[in-house]
């Protein structure tokens, strides 16, 4: 098997580098938004302010927050849907979207309890946003367990005595609460338990066990800008006051969450999320709508050329790059995406010394597999887009690992024997 000069290696992961780079800039571009929100609540959402962690994190990423929020300590619904300071807020505007957050416990307790002290007082608040504008979103914050469960509940009813199954038993109510109100859910409670699982040295709450530290609540942003613009988290450049590798982790986390199982926060509702994907045969593009809550589409294929049907097919005169652009839209909302169509190729190159033995493949949620089906041991070396290394590991014959990655395009190399058998970009999703 050929072997290659360390130079000619360095300057064809260089250009094939270069031209990941200027390919993930142009991709998976999600046009800019605004959103007026308001937060009804408590100190989950005031404490390390919430809403402008939230709206520093639509900055960095190109969009427009526009909030208000009225939050008392330890409110709950039935206390949010007697006040008049809460109606007023709700009817002080035009609203896109309405959070509401129930008191820390109550969603915990017993689903009879619960149906009598919680879901009576969610949907009198939700009659108030729909009464002031029919087109408002409600967005349910469903909340985090409690550290080490509810003690001072525990006896009473015992599904609560842990974190698991506090947090499990937030997670049904809230859902119910989205069913019940056609409404949707920002998922916090479900990334939080993740990066639990995930960190567990990661410290997301304060002394009490209770309220935020600034990592919680900096999840809690990154899940709410998520669920609103409906975009990773990952490129943003805001990080607070938060050590950047763990602000990158809890983006990746957050983004996860929302986008993968979006169908199970956005199963109820009218908020419309606008999405594709497409394959190429030559200059003929096939197009692939995967929006939600949608009634009309309006595309534009980057070539002057425009259609009104759900899912077309176009065929451009001449190989180039094109951006193209779908607005999904409903009487209430709209939403825009674009990508950019190659059809001429990526012009990523790869170096493969045929038989290939040893590959990484990305498998989805950041996870990419490396496998060796040879019968020599072999490595294989990962490289970001500015080509430093992310990771090396060493494989065995016939052997298969995996590793964990944040989204985005990489390179990787692989060596039978210490010689480079296999160059190829990678995109990791």
């Not at 946003?129 to 015992?158: H, I, L, Q």
């Not at 935020?212 to 899940?223: E, Q, R």
Request: glycine residues 6%.
């Amino acid at each position: 098997m050929p072997s290659y000069n360390i130079h000619d290696i360095k300057n064809h992961m260089r250009r094939i580098l270069l031209s990941a780079a200027l390919l993930a800039a142009a991709c998976n571009y999600a046009h800019a938004a605004t959103r007026k929100v308001l937060f009804i609540g408590n100190s989950y959402i005031y404490t390390n302010n919430l809403p402008s962690l939230l709206q520093q994190m639509a900055t960095s990423m190109g969009d427009t927050l526009i909030y208000d929020e009225y939050t008392v300590g330890g409110y709950t619904l039935q206390s949010h849907s007697g006040d008049i300071q809460t109606k007023n807020k709700i009817y002080s505007q035009q609203w896109d979207i309405v959070v509401i957050q129930e008191q820390s416990q109550r969603p915990a307790f017993s689903p009879t309890q619960v149906a009598r002290d919680t879901y009576p007082f969610a949907r009198k608040l939700d009659s108030m946003v729909r009464d002031n504008r029919s087109c408002t979103e409600t967005m349910f914050f469903m909340t985090w367990g409690y550290k080490n469960g509810d003690a001072s509940n525990c006896a009473a009813y015992p599904p609560i005595c842990t974190y698991a199954g506090m947090q499990q038993r937030l997670r049904e109510s809230y859902l119910q609460m989205a069913t019940d109100n056609n409404g949707i859910v920002s998922p916090v409670g479900v990334a939080w338990k993740q990066v639990r699982d995930s960190f567990p040295a990661m410290e997301l709450y304060s002394p009490d066990g209770s309220h935020p530290s600034m990592n919680g609540s900096f999840l809690a942003a990154c899940v709410f800008y998520t669920s609103i613009f409906h975009k990773s988290t990952v490129k943003s450049t805001f990080n607070s006051t938060l050590v950047a590798a763990d602000a990158a982790n809890l983006k990746r986390f957050a983004s996860r969450v929302v986008l993968d199982s979006f169908n199970n926060w956005n199963a109820s509702g009218n908020y419309t999320y606008a999405n594709f994907t497409h394959t190429l045969t030559g200059n003929k593009i096939t197009l692939n709508n995967t929006s939600k809550y949608a009634t009309t589409y309006a595309w534009a294929f980057g070539d002057g050329n425009t259609s009104t049907a759900a899912s077309p097919t176009h065929t451009y005169s001449t190989p180039g790059k094109y951006f193209v652009t779908l607005r999904a839209s409903n009487t209430c909302f709209s939403e825009t995406k674009g990508d950019t169509i190659n059809t001429q190729g990526t012009g990523i190159t790869s170096i493969n010394n045929a038989p290939v033995t040893i590959t990484a493949t990305a498998t989805g949620n950041g996870k990419v597999m490396l496998q060796n089906t040879g019968k020599q041991t072999g490595a294989i070396h990962i490289f970001d887009i500015n080509g430093r290394k992310v990771a090396t590991l060493q494989l065995q014959p016939d052997e298969q690992t995996y590793t964990d990655l944040l989204p985005g395009l990489y390179m990787y190399s692989a060596y039978i024997n210490d010689a480079l058998q296999h160059a190829a970009k990678l995109s990791v999703y």
